[in-house]
């Protein structure tokens, strides 16, 4: 699978594609369609806008147990195709912070040749490089992307066909082990679906939010028995983490949130916002946690972050933030 | 120490549920090697914290043990912790309780007046000048002086919200539940206001008058109740309906026959009659029709029964009245009950101690009593309301919702920061509406935190130390933006210290 299919100005749009979301609890499979209006829902607290594209179907499937996950696959597909007559093949992969290791590197160097254009082989190969770099022993490489380019100092949002001397990439890594991504992979065959993009879910939310304006924020993904923490900061997506504890494990659900959140205490400065959402019920609940938790003696804070679920309302899109970001992600 | 063992397939909440389950303090925690819970590294860590906030200590095997690198040095071995950090103090090492300072101080400094011999000698007298001086300069140098230490720290502001619940059925503030009581308080006002009629009504009377009804058929009588139509036929007045007063039966009408001389017959039909009163529908001019008006009867045809009238009907009129209309009253309630309610909530306040609020969010207001002295389409040019307004609404007292607030806020307060109780500021609102005993709030609480400096400590540090000592020391202080020291008199250095009295060293905290 290609990394890199960034920067090329030229992107064909599909009309119909598939969304693939295999969360930790369950799977869901939409079918949208770039052809039709789009649609613009608000969540209630923000006044955040994510426009998808048109939604024309959508299955939900609860998974009971991991080695169910063919046929619960099977069968979020087979719920949509009652509503969708035609199913596309292409499809875009969205998966749990599970196992997910990420990383964010900057890679500096000075061209042989200033004057020459950049191009997509340049900026494939510095992806590729930073991914090796970094890569944990046990896990592979499946997804990479360009956060910011700075050509001799001037950031820009492109750098391919430009020119220059000395470049700076900020690169974000995401890593699985290599059994969970042939796992998706015969999934996938099985069912006959084309894979055009296998990307962590959580980013692609975090990505749209970032696109409407959200620049610091801690995005905190609340299941049931699992949680993951994506950590914004400048318009970037610093790191992803995940804890096996959820809504339904209140009791010690702020150690584990702390746990995480450590890794991230040598970062400055920290975002002033926590925002929750996800697929369960319990996102007040953790929203009232959030508010006695000591945030400013763990972390060495000025003040208490502000704390605000984030409840998305689409078309056919009921608190499935992860499948509409993932539509945006063709 | 008690040893739990764990599968493969255990999970992070069930290895948590089995720590806090077991009374024991000390556990040794086995997973098996491929456990799905050892995928994330986070979830070792957890527990650890887990069982530290239970009071319990957990130890890893051996295979666990290595995924925490626990065996890792926390601290490069020979570095100072503890002097790194505050080199200053490293000079007046805390440890330490001796100060030679304090303790001349604690000796104190007695001399009295040698005795004077009655032979006064010069070379004495001069001596016990000199001590005289001597003591009289110490003494000043001890207990002249004196130092204004200002030391400069910034407030942080804070903001923190919080649930909490309050309820009619607390009397005192309930910390561990979270809950403040709550008063229920009440105001009634009663008002009267007129307004002028906007309402109009026709009014008028029924033409009357009698007629007589015809029937031409010789087989059946005819019978009408009470309150049949009969409608003018032709004329001006065609279509104008009336009813009769009374149920009437019409005989069959009779025919005859008779011959002239010539032989021809000629037959006759009679039609039967009876005359019977009528009264018009409608109000008005328009009933009063001329005599000899042709009437048809219910739905009978004008060639098997009709009437007609021997006299004109008369008694028919119309005019046009002012009547309360039900949007004047609608207006009359709307404005006093504005005023009333503005009244009672006015009140309300009054029977407010200084330190009650009330809860938004609780306030009801209902009618008690309204009273009209005209009902609707009654002939009036002015209708006039007396009502009765109550407003009830629920208060808290500021104090009892700090109290709650300041508990919930203090485990969060950062190491050498405390609440400045003089800015503290508490609001709340109701999260949702209740008619019931407790109401779900949300509050708020704004205030600034101050640095926590001991001044005695200060105070004792600074006593009787060299200028540049004392600067050293205030640098070292945590929390502080700034200090200024200002020493008076001022001595020649190595005289130039700090007052060797605690009493004559003021410290004052500026906010900058």
Same mark, same amino acid.
């Given at each position: 699978?290609?990394?890199?299919?960034?920067?090329?100005?030229?992107?064909?749009?599909?009309?119909?594609?598939?969304?693939?979301?295999?969360?930790?609890?369950?799977?869901?499979?939409?079918?949208?369609?770039?052809?039709?209006?789009?649609?613009?829902?608000?969540?209630?607290?923000?006044?955040?806008?994510?426009?998808?594209?048109?939604?024309?179907?959508?299955?939900?499937?609860?998974?009971?147990?991991?080695?169910?996950?063919?046929?619960?696959?099977?069968?979020?597909?087979?719920?949509?195709?009652?509503?969708?007559?035609?199913?596309?093949?292409?499809?875009?992969?969205?998966?749990?912070?599970?196992?997910?290791?990420?990383?964010?590197?900057?890679?500096?160097?000075?061209?042989?040749?200033?004057?020459?254009?950049?191009? $997509?082989?340049?900026?494939?190969?510095?992806?590729?490089?930073?991914?090796?770099?970094?890569?944990?022993?046990?896990?592979?490489?499946?997804?990479?992307?360009?956060?910011?380019?700075?050509?001799?100092?001037?950031?820009?949002?492109?750098?391919?066909?430009?020119?220059?001397?000395?470049?700076?990439?900020?690169?974000?890594?995401?890593?699985?082990?290599?059994?969970?991504?042939?796992?998706?992979?015969?999934?996938?065959?099985?069912?006959?679906?084309?894979?055009?993009?296998?990307?962590?879910?959580?980013?692609?939310?975090?990505?749209?939010?970032?696109?409407?304006?959200?620049?610091?924020?801690?995005?905190?993904?609340?299941?049931?028995?699992?949680?993951?923490?994506?950590?914004?900061?400048?318009?970037?997506?610093?790191?992803?983490? $995940?804890?096996?504890?959820?809504?339904?494990?209140?009791?010690?659900?702020?150690?584990?949130?702390?746990?995480?959140?450590?890794?991230?205490?040598?970062?400055?400065?920290?975002?002033?916002?926590?925002?929750?959402?996800?697929? $369960?019920?319990?996102?007040?609940?953790?929203?009232?946690?959030?508010?006695?938790?000591?945030?400013?003696?763990?972390?060495?804070?000025?003040?208490?972050?502000?704390?605000?679920?984030?409840?998305?309302?689409?078309?056919?899109?009921?608190?499935?933030?992860?499948?509409?970001?993932?539509?945006?992600?063709? | 120490?008690?040893?739990?063992?764990?599968?493969?397939?255990?999970?992070?909440?069930?290895?948590?549920?089995?720590?806090?389950?077991?009374?024991?303090?000390?556990?040794?925690?086995?997973?098996?090697?491929?456990?799905?819970?050892?995928?994330?590294?986070?979830?070792?860590?957890?527990?650890?914290?887990?069982?530290?906030?239970?009071?319990?200590?957990?130890?890893?095997?051996?295979? !666990? @043990?290595?995924?925490?690198?626990?065996?890792?040095?926390?601290?490069?071995?020979?570095?100072?912790?503890?002097?790194?950090?505050?080199?200053?103090?490293?000079?007046?090492?805390?440890?330490?309780?001796?100060?030679?300072?304090?303790?001349?101080?604690?000796?104190?400094?007695?001399?009295? !007046?040698?005795?004077?011999?009655?032979?006064?000698?010069?070379?004495?007298?001069?001596?016990?000048?000199?001590?005289?001086?001597?003591?009289?300069?110490?003494?000043?140098?001890?207990?002249?002086?004196?130092?204004?230490?200002?030391?400069?720290?910034?407030?942080?502001?804070?903001?923190?919200?919080?649930?909490?619940?309050?309820?009619?059925?607390?009397?005192?503030?309930?910390?561990?539940?979270?809950?403040?009581?709550?008063?229920?308080?009440?105001?009634?006002?009663?008002?009267?206001?007129? @307004?002028?009629?906007?309402?109009?009504?026709?009014?008028?009377?029924?033409?009357?008058?009698?007629?007589?009804?015809?029937?031409?058929?010789?087989?059946?009588?005819?019978?009408?109740?009470?309150?049949?139509?009969?409608?003018?036929?032709?004329?001006?007045?065609?279509?104008?309906?009336?009813?009769?007063?009374?149920?009437?039966?019409?005989?069959?009408?009779?025919?005859?026959?008779?011959? /002239?001389?010539?032989?021809?017959?000629?037959?006759?039909?009679?039609?039967?009659?009876?005359?019977?009163?009528?009264? @018009?529908?409608?109000?008005?001019?328009?009933?009063?029709?001329?005599?000899?008006?042709?009437?048809?009867?219910?739905?009978?045809? !004008? @060639?098997?029964?009709?009437?007609?009238?021997?006299?004109?009907?008369?008694?028919?009129?119309?005019?046009?009245?002012?009547?309360?209309?039900?949007?004047?009253?609608?207006?009359?309630?709307?404005?006093?009950?504005?005023?009333?309610?503005?009244?009672?909530?006015?009140?309300?306040?009054?029977?407010?101690?200084?330190?009650?609020?009330?809860?938004?969010?609780?306030?009801?207001?209902?009618?008690?009593?309204?009273?009209?002295?005209?009902?609707?389409?009654?002939?009036?040019?002015?209708?006039?309301?007396?009502?009765?307004?109550?407003?009830?609404?629920?208060?808290?007292?500021?104090?009892?919702?700090?109290?709650?607030?300041?508990?919930?806020?203090?485990?969060?307060?950062?190491?050498?920061?405390?609440? /400045?109780?003089?800015?503290? /500021?508490?609001?709340?609102?109701?999260?949702?509406?209740?008619?019931?005993?407790?109401? &779900?709030?949300?509050?708020?609480?704004?205030?600034?935190?101050?640095?926590?400096?001991?001044?005695?400590?200060?105070?004792?540090?600074?006593?009787?130390?060299?200028?540049?000592?004392?600067? &050293?020391?205030?640098?070292?202080?945590?929390?502080?933006?700034?200090?200024?020291?200002?020493?008076?008199?001022?001595?020649?250095?190595?005289?130039?210290?700090?007052?060797?009295?605690?009493?004559?060293?003021?410290?004052?905290?500026?906010?900058?």
């Amino acid at each position: 699978m290609s990394l890199l299919n960034i920067f090329s100005s030229n992107k064909e749009k599909l009309d119909k594609f598939l969304v693939l979301e295999i969360g930790l609890e369950k799977v869901t499979a939409a079918v949208f369609d770039h052809s039709q209006p789009n649609t613009t829902p608000q969540t209630s607290e923000e006044n955040v806008s994510i426009k998808t594209p048109k939604l024309l179907g959508i299955g939900r499937k609860n998974i009971p147990a991991v080695m169910d996950l063919p046929s619960v696959t099977e069968e979020a597909i087979e719920a949509v195709s009652a509503t969708v007559k035609e199913l596309p093949q292409t499809t875009v992969l969205g998966v749990s912070a599970e196992e997910l290791e990420t990383s964010t590197t900057i890679v500096r160097y000075q061209r042989a040749d200033a004057s020459s254009k950049i191009d $997509s082989n340049e900026i494939e190969q510095i992806i590729e490089h930073s991914g090796k770099e970094k890569s944990p022993t046990d896990k592979k490489l499946f997804f990479a992307t360009v956060t910011s380019t700075l050509i001799d100092g001037t950031l820009v949002s492109n750098p391919i066909g430009l020119t220059g001397q000395s470049l700076e990439v900020s690169c974000f890594n995401a890593f699985k082990p290599e059994q969970e991504l042939a796992f998706y992979s015969k999934v996938l065959n099985d069912l006959d679906l084309k894979l055009l993009k296998i990307i962590p879910t959580s980013y692609a939310v975090a990505r749209s939010l970032i696109k409407n304006g959200i620049k610091d924020a801690i995005l905190i993904c609340v299941g049931l028995e699992h949680t993951e923490v994506i950590f914004v900061s400048n318009a970037h997506v610093v790191g992803i983490k $995940s804890f096996d504890l959820g809504s339904k494990t209140l009791d010690f659900w702020s150690s584990g949130l702390e746990v995480v959140l450590e890794e991230f205490k040598e970062h400055q400065p920290w975002p002033d916002a926590v925002k929750i959402y996800g697929e $369960s019920e319990g996102q007040e609940k953790i929203k009232s946690e959030l508010l006695t938790f000591p945030w400013m003696k763990k972390f060495e804070l000025d003040h208490f972050p502000k704390i605000e679920v984030m409840h998305y309302q689409g078309e056919g899109l009921e608190n499935d933030l992860g499948v509409a970001a993932l539509s945006l992600e063709v | 120490m008690r040893n739990l063992e764990f599968g493969l397939e255990v999970t992070l909440t069930q290895i948590l549920e089995s720590i806090k389950a077991v009374p024991e303090k000390e556990l040794q925690i086995s997973v098996a090697k491929d456990a799905v819970v050892l995928k994330n590294p986070a979830n070792l860590k957890i527990l650890e914290k887990a069982a530290s906030s239970l009071g319990k200590t957990i130890h890893f095997s051996d295979n !666990l @043990a290595s995924s925490l690198n626990l065996n890792a040095p926390e601290f490069v071995e020979g570095e100072d912790i503890f002097e790194s950090h505050s080199p200053a103090a490293a000079n007046n090492p805390e440890s330490s309780n001796f100060n030679p300072k304090l303790q001349e101080k604690k000796k104190g400094l007695k001399f009295g !007046l040698p005795k004077l011999s009655l032979k006064p000698s010069l070379p004495l007298a001069v001596a016990f000048l000199l001590v005289l001086i001597f003591a009289g300069g110490t003494a000043a140098y001890w207990y002249l002086p004196n130092a204004k230490v200002v030391l400069y720290v910034t407030p942080k502001s804070f903001t923190k919200d919080a649930s909490l619940s309050a309820s009619t059925r607390l009397s005192v503030v309930d910390t561990e539940e979270r809950a403040v009581p709550l008063t229920e308080v009440s105001s009634t006002e009663t008002g009267t206001l007129s @307004a002028q009629s906007t309402g109009k009504k026709t009014i008028g009377d029924h033409a009357k008058g009698a007629v007589t009804i015809r029937n031409y058929n010789t087989i059946s009588p005819k019978s009408f109740d009470k309150g049949a139509l009969l409608k003018v036929v032709g004329g001006t007045n065609d279509g104008t309906k009336f009813s009769l007063d009374n149920a009437v039966t019409i005989p069959t009408a009779s025919e005859s026959a008779t011959t /002239d001389a010539e032989g021809n017959i000629s037959r006759l039909t009679v039609p039967g009659k009876v005359e019977v009163s009528v009264s @018009a529908v409608e109000i008005g001019k328009g009933g009063n029709v001329d005599e000899n008006t042709r009437f048809s009867v219910g739905d009978q045809n !004008l @060639a098997n029964v009709d009437a007609v009238n021997k006299a004109a009907f008369s008694g028919g009129s119309s005019r046009e009245v002012t009547v309360v209309a039900s949007s004047d009253r609608k207006k009359l309630l709307e404005t006093l009950s504005k005023q009333l309610s503005e009244k009672a909530r006015g009140n309300l306040k009054s029977k407010l101690s200084n330190d009650q609020v009330i809860l938004e969010g609780t306030i009801k207001e209902s009618a008690s009593k309204e009273t009209y002295n005209k009902d609707i389409e009654a002939e009036a040019s002015e209708v006039n309301l007396n009502l009765t307004w109550t407003v009830v609404a629920k208060a808290y007292s500021k104090d009892d919702l700090k109290k709650v607030m300041q508990t919930s806020i203090e485990k969060d307060i950062p190491d050498g920061y405390e609440i /400045d109780p003089g800015k503290l /500021d508490v609001s709340a609102e109701a999260s949702k509406d209740s008619d019931g005993d407790t109401v &779900d709030l949300l509050s708020r609480v704004d205030g600034m935190l101050l640095p926590k400096i001991d001044s005695a400590r200060v105070t004792g540090k600074l006593q009787g130390i060299s200028l540049s000592s004392a600067n &050293d020391y205030l640098k070292s202080l945590d929390n502080i933006e700034g200090y200024e020291v200002r020493l008076w008199p001022t001595l020649p250095s190595p005289l130039n210290t700090l007052p060797h009295v605690a009493g004559n060293i003021k410290i004052e905290f500026v906010s900058k």
